[in-house]
């Protein structure tokens, strides 16, 4: 009973947090563009605008909500639903620290689910965000939409693949799809990359790293590869037609996505929640120890839009086919090799 | 207006161009609508395309939704009230219009403007070159979604204003050209300022050129779109930086100098391409010697202190304020001036360098105070008109590519 209590609790609070880092991080974008561009950007709600997402958000709840003319209408609600719902779910299985305490024995693990599939969850439930991004283009009934939503189904075709390469390299490095036994091999001491560094993935696979990062841009429907949105060409893209919450929703799902990728990087190839050099680190140290890495690529997230121009469609295409897709399976090659000697 | 309202409905809705729609891998070619309120068309241009898939196939620039009769106002107005509205030509560049009007109305009135006169305007038009590009460098790059160069060109051309201001009393349309010469004189103290501030913007256009330049996606986003050969510029009429991406040194300032810029140092950068990245590269490289043409300017402001900065002509010339409030045969001149100046019979043309390319000002005279016939030569309306030359067979993105290496102001091209 009490673990079922413990349970519940840990969704309550991890998915609140989640929500709030997703309303924080529109802030952060708001606030290092702005660094960026000698600007001081929103600083009037609260202490240095800490309070800003939250006007935001009533805002867009007394916003009109609009449904143009010619669209389907249920697809047109659902999609946004589906982006944020998919973006929220896949953080379930997220290992963000360890051990929080015992009850009855029953070890309660700083995660929603600990699943045994834990990876292949994130993917295949991260990967359905898209369809939020497809249906909303479709729906709306405008040409630019449609566009937005057609080339996001082509990113994404380019794109998962040598993602998910890029995880089946860690998976076959770990023998585990379970991201905290991921975590616990960087962790332990005999995984020690030429016995001093941090036994972390990323000295195992700095081409897989390298490669997944950068997917998880064109994953997320970033810039440089904000081809679905780009406001430049298709106006809003996808999103073109939407207005109040609606549009809101698309938004956390989209700082969720970036959120829950930048925790799948730091898990996969940075050793998650471990602090190097101390195994039996304590619960909160770990957990912080987890958020510095997350925010540190959370803000690569924003330095990287505010800086770079944007890809063109076709190029994207050719480097996730021609360039990523080889290099992802030369890696699995090669991984495979050193695994099985 | 139903009507219209109606045609222009069922015009947009046309979806099935010509293509066979039985084919599953060839779907109907979609007619789109860019503008004229599009984030890429800087502006009113109105940008009608048959789109199959991301291709363009056909591109038709709209243009007039910014139409305001300027050239029947200047014939209706008269010579003198004119000056404000060429500041609302291509506003960008209000100084750079005020100054090719003047040249103009002078060369119909053989009026000699003072040296010290032209001087000032020199300073102005190029500080005017640089505000010019500054937008345009700014705005093709957001258009190409590098966000944070457009707020460093602005935070420039936001200095560059307060100099504007500090001279003129006004950050845009300032209209301080006067037929013969300036409204006001410069002060030294303000010299000092507008030297230092070309100094460090050069700075700045250093690290630009490290952010985009030397970027391998801005590269590859520009090198070879909109392609165009130096027989295809001259036959489209192109001029200015657009011209001489392609290789065509033609400078007014260096080929038929005025206001004195025979005397001034400085290079005429040309491309070898002529695609969208060498114009970039022309802007920039324009900027720099801009910027070394109005240095030399404040030196040799330094050098003719105290000169006189409007001519004195009573024929054409306001009577200092002063003795219009003093004397009645002055207060009768200045009111004869303002109502009823007239410019003697004839014809006159000017052309200046703009930023966009050459701007012209043909005036005819019958020897009254209404003009017979104002035409100006817009650049920018050529540049527009290149566009489907350039952009059509290519996909969405190239066209953006193109309509912001191109650079046109709408004000100027519907006038």
Known sequence: MTVLLATILKVVVIFGALISAAGISTLAERRVSAWIQHRIGPNRVGPFGVLQPLADGIKFIFKEEFVPEGANRWLFILAPALSAAAALMSVAVIPFGGLITEIDGTPILMSIADLDIGALWVVAIGGLGIYGVILGGWASNSKYSLFGGLRATAQMISYELSMILCILAVVAMSDTLNLREIVNLQDSADSRCFGFLPGWNIFYQPLAFVLFVICTFAETNRHPFDFAECESELVGGFHTEYSSMKFALFFIGEYCAMIVMSCMTVTLFLGGFSVPYWSEAPFLIGLASFLLKVTFFMFLFLWVRWSLPRFRYDQLMNLGWKVFLPLALVNILLTGLAVSL | ?415
């Not at chain 2, 200047?74 to 003047?102: I, M």
């Not at chain 2, 001149?333 to 000002?361: R, W």
């Open chain 2, 1 to 415: 207006m139903s009507d219209l309202f109606e045609y222009r409905a069922g015009e947009m809705g046309r979806e099935m161009g010509d293509t066979d729609h039985d084919d599953p891998l060839h779907g109907a070619e979609v007619e789109l609508n860019m503008g004229p309120s599009h984030p890429a068309t800087h502006g009113v241009l109105r940008l009608k395309v048959l789109a199959d898939g991301e291709i363009l196939r056909k591109i038709d620039p709209v243009i007039g939704y910014l139409h305001r009769g300027k050239e029947k106002t200047c014939e209706s107005l008269g010579w003198r009230k004119f000056f404000v509205h060429t500041d609302r030509l291509d506003y960008l560049q209000p100084l750079l219009n005020n100054c090719g009007y003047a040249m103009a109305l002078e060369r119909l009135a053989g009026l000699e403007v003072p040296e010290r006169a032209q001087i000032i305007r020199v300073l102005l038009m190029e500080t005017s070159r640089i505000m010019s590009h500054l937008i345009a460098i700014g705005v093709s790059a957001m258009d190409l979604g590098a966000i944070s160069m457009f707020f460093f060109t602005f935070d420039q051309r936001e200095k560059a204003y307060d100099l504007l201001d500090a001279y003129t009393g006004h950050r845009m349309n300032n209209t301080y050209v006067r037929m013969g010469g300036m409204y006001a004189d410069i002060e030294d103290g303000l010299l000092v300022s507008w030297d230092k501030y070309m100094t460090t913007f050069l700075t700045e256009v250093d690290q630009w050129e490290e952010l985009l330049t030397g970027n391998r996606i801005w590269f590859e986003r520009n090198r070879g779109i909109g392609k165009l050969t130096k027989e295809k510029a001259l036959a489209w009429g192109l001029t200015g930086p657009n011209l001489r991406a392609t290789g065509v040194p033609f400078d007014l300032r260096k080929d038929e100098p005025y206001c004195g810029y025979e005397n001034y140092e400085f290079e005429v950068p040309i491309g070898e391409e002529g695609d969208a990245f060498d114009r970039y590269l022309m802007r920039i490289e324009e900027m720099r010697q801009s910027a070394r043409i109005a240095r030399q300017a404040i030196t040799k402001l330094g050098q003719c202190k105290g000169g006189e900065f409007l001519a004195d002509d009573r024929r054409y010339v306001l009577p200092r304020k002063h003795d219009v409030y003093n004397s009645m045969e002055e207060l009768i001149h200045q009111f004869k001036i303002v109502t009823d100046m007239a410019l003697p019979v004839g014809e006159a043309y000017a052309g200046v360098e703009s930023s966009k390319g050459e701007l012209g000002f043909y005036i005819a005279s019958d020897g009254t105070a209404q003009p017979l016939r104002c035409h100006l030569r817009a650049p920018s309306l050529m540049n527009v008109q290149v566009i489907p030359e350039l952009a059509e067979g290519k996909l969405l993105s190239d066209v953006v590519a193109v309509l912001g290496s191109l650079d046109f102001v709408m004000g100027e091209v519907d006038r």
